[in-house]
């Protein structure tokens, strides 16, 4: 059975500073990776989508990268501002139509 | 403009008393889905649905029933609530598969705001 891990569980940084959240996996027959935003109290919003046959993705400030080889995502964050501040998740669908979740990375960035 | 709702966003109840949490979405998605996010144990689906009157269960559907009798709208059946449902309920939908640009294709999921259930 498919097991996503995110690290850190939580972090907490100055505006300003690039961040790279990972997500590492164990079943490397994926469909696709996708990484959320979710702000408290809300529902979550996709960020980015990877394809199992693309390396990475881009929009504005975020890049997320796949590596399945070695079983892991990251998702970089440029020039952090307050407005990031969320808990971030990735999710991958395999073979059925259950994704799988990471619990989750808590960003905090502190003006 | 493109979106989930689910209804009730807040909801406290009582053991044993049935409730139906609505779901419903104007993209005219094949593939909608519940989940429960539960602190420390992340996002898990209940139930799914492929199309209309097609459903089948996820990693926790124990205690959850669903209904797909249209397209747009997927309930979420609580027949006897138990505390241990307490949780923050979501749902979702997607193209069971979108065509790319770039040839290909692909499958997104459209989260709903969320219903915040506790059974007391």
């Known amino acids: 059975k498919q097991e996503v891990t995110q690290i850190p569980a939580a972090l907490s940084v100055p505006e300003g500073e690039n961040l790279v959240l990972n997500c590492s996996f164990t079943?490397?027959?994926?469909?696709?990776l996708q990484w959320f935003r979710q702000d408290p109290g809300k529902g979550l919003t996709s960020l980015l989508l990877?394809?199992?046959?693309?390396r990475e993705q881009t929009s504005g400030r975020l890049n997320a990268s796949l590596d399945k080889s070695s079983g892991r995502s990251t998702l970089y964050i440029a020039a952090s501002q307050p407005g990031d501040s969320a808990t971030y998740l990735c999710?991958?669908?395999?073979?059925?139509?259950?994704?799988?979740f990471g619990r989750g990375t808590s960003l905090i960035v502190h003006p | 403009e493109a979106q989930v709702t689910q209804n009730p966003r807040y909801l406290i109840t009582v053991t044993g008393k049935k409730l139906t949490v609505t779901c419903s979405q104007n993209?005219?998605?094949?593939?909608m889905s519940w989940y429960r996010q539960d602190p420390g144990l992340g996002l898990r689906q209940i139930y799914y649905?492929?199309?209309?009157?097609?459903?089948d269960k996820g990693d926790v559907p124990e205690g959850y029933k669903v209904s797909r009798k249209e397209k747009r709208n997927f309930p979420l059946i609580l027949e006897s609530p138990s505390p241990n449902q307490t949780s923050l309920y979501f749902c979702?939908?997607?193209?069971?598969?979108?065509?790319?640009?770039?040839?290909?294709?692909?499958?997104?999921?459209?989260f709903g705001p969320g219903t915040r259930l506790t059974v007391t």
């Open positions: 999710a991958l669908r395999g073979g059925s139509y259950i994704p799988t």
């Open positions: 079943d490397s027959a994926i469909y696709n």
């Open positions: 979702a939908s997607s193209l069971y598969s979108q065509a790319l640009p770039s040839g290909g294709s692909t499958w997104v999921q459209y």
């Open positions: 993209m005219n998605h094949e593939y």
């Open positions: 649905s492929m199309n209309v009157e097609v459903t």
């Open positions: 990877i394809q199992s046959s693309q």
